[in-house]
């Protein structure tokens, strides 16, 4: 029996800029790659660049595997969930096996249809296996070395399979270990007993998502967009306040009706604390109307979306010892706590919404805690800090990452999320200056010792207890974000790189 029978529908079809053949399988955009080989009696030399991988839609380089199996084993079939889906190139190293994949892209003509692909190093052939595809293999002899390269990091935690025998795939399995001398297959207890296809609740799509993003000038904003390119997607809409006016209701209508987008990130509110005091009016349309908007346009067009609120909805009197869960009743003490809780009940008549109450945010592309206290740190030796404030910073990159997670999942509600562990504002700033070697003298204070001889009526309350439960979040299945010293050091660390900022900032 011939083997090449179960590569299903090949046609050859050289691309110009490979050096290589580039040959089509029976399934959208899968291709097999048949490299030219440059040798004498000595050997040959083959290579495949990051460029020609490019034209195949591999987006970049992440990770490259190698695993050894006995004759018969089968590994499969396996697939990453989004937003960490992999495409992957694979070939044989030494032996054979039969790779085989599976299309699970819903909106693909070819949904549920396999392919198989008998790998050597005599053929030389390497099999490029798009994302969105359950991929696995079948090693046709002993140490039978399998390599791949892949262009997403391994997240053993989004793992998910499809069974391997599953009836509506319909891979001919008998007659593949008859063909190939195959008495009995080798497979781990969790390949036996992985789930049919179609009761997979993953949702894999040929065409690329849509993405939206207010507020992409801020910490959070511009964070969020650098996630989504890392995780390789491209199409994004990330707007600042010059390009969609959020208080609009016409404007944001208009450019998501156009847009059309599978996912928004709000990120765009009213953020000075105490000015919110002076102009509430002005605060309301920002953190209310204009959440309203992009709530009424999110629902226009189906999409998701995701809102980033506050610990400020609390009124932090709970003892210090204790923690606000999800279902503690709001009781917001300022006007910006105030107007981003109306934000959240906005936000709630999308069906499909997440609501992510967060604190103490810190990012590259903005000012915030860390960037003041370095600066001031230059300018005095010793300086006032309050310690009755109680809560837990957040890192813009470890919070975009959870949220494009998020973002790819029907897990929908509201969620506490920052970084792991609480400290004072005082005890922050001690720190910053002990990882930084700052000899500035940080002398704790009270909330009334800090703003003695002020005026009051201009400055916002400030809850004493931020403290957020987070168990929510990792009941859902989502990863708690590192512990907030552990963000402060790779905050610090991105700093001194950014030259720019210190030559402007620390003269």
């Known amino acids: 029996m011939d083997p090449k029978q179960f590569e299903k529908g090949r046609i050859e079809e050289k691309c110009i800029d490979f050096k290589s053949n580039i040959i089509k399988t029976n399934l959208e955009d899968c291709y097999i790659i048949e490299e030219n080989r440059f040798g004498d009696d000595r050997g040959y030399f083959t290579s495949v660049t990051s460029k020609q ?8 380089w992440s990770q490259k595997s190698e695993s050894m199996s006995a004759k018969g084993t089968i590994r499969g079939l396996h697939f990453q969930k989004d937003p960490y889906c992999q495409a992957k190139v694979v070939s044989c190293t030494k032996g054979a096996v039969l790779d085989i994949v599976v299309d699970m892209r819903k909106d693909s003509k070819t949904y549920g249809q396999y392919t198989a692909v008998e790998l050597t190093p005599e053929n030389g ?5 798009p994302r969105g595809y359950a991929h696995g293999f079948l090693a046709l002899t002993d140490d039978a070395t399998f390599n791949y390269m892949v262009d997403n990091e391994y997240a053993p935690r989004l793992e998910g399979g499809v069974l391997w025998n599953d009836p509506a795939i319909n891979i001919p399995w008998d007659e593949i270990f008859k063909a190939y001398g195959i008495e009995k297959p080798l497979l781990s207890d969790k390949d036996k007993n992985r789930i049919p296809l179609s009761e997979s609740e993953v949702n894999f799509l040929r065409r690329p998502k849509k993405y939206l993003v207010t507020g992409v000038n801020g910490q959070l904003g511009y964070d969020i967009v650098k996630e989504l390119n890392e ?15 959020i208080t609009d209701k016409e404007q ?4 998501i009706k156009a847009y059309k987008p599978d996912v928004i990130f709000h990120c765009a509110a009213w953020t000075a604390v105490d000015k919110a005091e002076e102009l509430k009016d ?6 209310v109307i204009g959440t309203k ?6 629902i226009e067009v189906g999409a998701k979306l995701i809102y980033m609120s506050t610990d400020y909805v609390f009124d932090g009197q709970k003892n210090k010892e204790e923690t606000y869960n999800e279902k503690d009743l709001p009781n917001p003490k300022n006007v910006y706590g105030k107007t981003k809780f109306e934000g959240e009940e906005e936000v709630r008549r999308n069906p499909n919404h997440f609501i992510t109450r967060i604190s103490w945010v810190f990012g590259i592309n903005g000012n915030n805690f860390i960037k003041t206290m370095l600066k001031l740190a230059d300018k005095y030796d010793e300086l006032k800090v309050v310690n009755d ?3 837990s910073p957040t890192y813009t990159v470890d919070l975009a990452k959870l949220l494009v997670e998020m973002a790819e999942t029907d897990k929908y509600g509201t969620y506490h999320v920052n970084n792991e562990g609480y400290c004072s504002w005082a005890e922050f700033a001690q720190y910053i200056m002990d990882i930084n070697d700052k000899k500035t003298v940080i002398n704790p204070v009270t909330t009334e010792e800090y703003y003695d001889g002020k005026d009051m009526s ?13 168990t929510k979040l990792e009941e859902a299945g989502f990863k708690r974000l590192p512990s907030w010293q552990d963000a402060t050091d790779r905050y610090c660390k991105q700093l001194t790189k950014s030259k720019k900022w210190w030559l402007e900032n620390l003269k």
Not at 125 to 129: A, E, G, P, T
Not at 252 to 255: L, Q, W
Not at 282 to 287: D, F, G
């Open 53 to 60: 991988l490019k034209e195949l839609d591999f987006k970049k």
């Open 125 to 129: 052939r390497m099999l490029y296996v």
């Open 231 to 245: 995780r390789g997607e491209e199409d994004i809409l990330a707007l600042d306040k010059n390009q969609m006016d």
């Open 252 to 255: 944001v209508m208009k450019i």
């Open 282 to 287: 002005a605060c309301e349309q920002v953190n």
């Open 293 to 298: 908007n992009i709530t009424d346009a999110s």
């Open 389 to 391: 404030q109680i809560g």
């Open 458 to 470: 201009k400055i916002a309350y400030r809850p004493r207890n931020s403290k957020l439960d987070k």
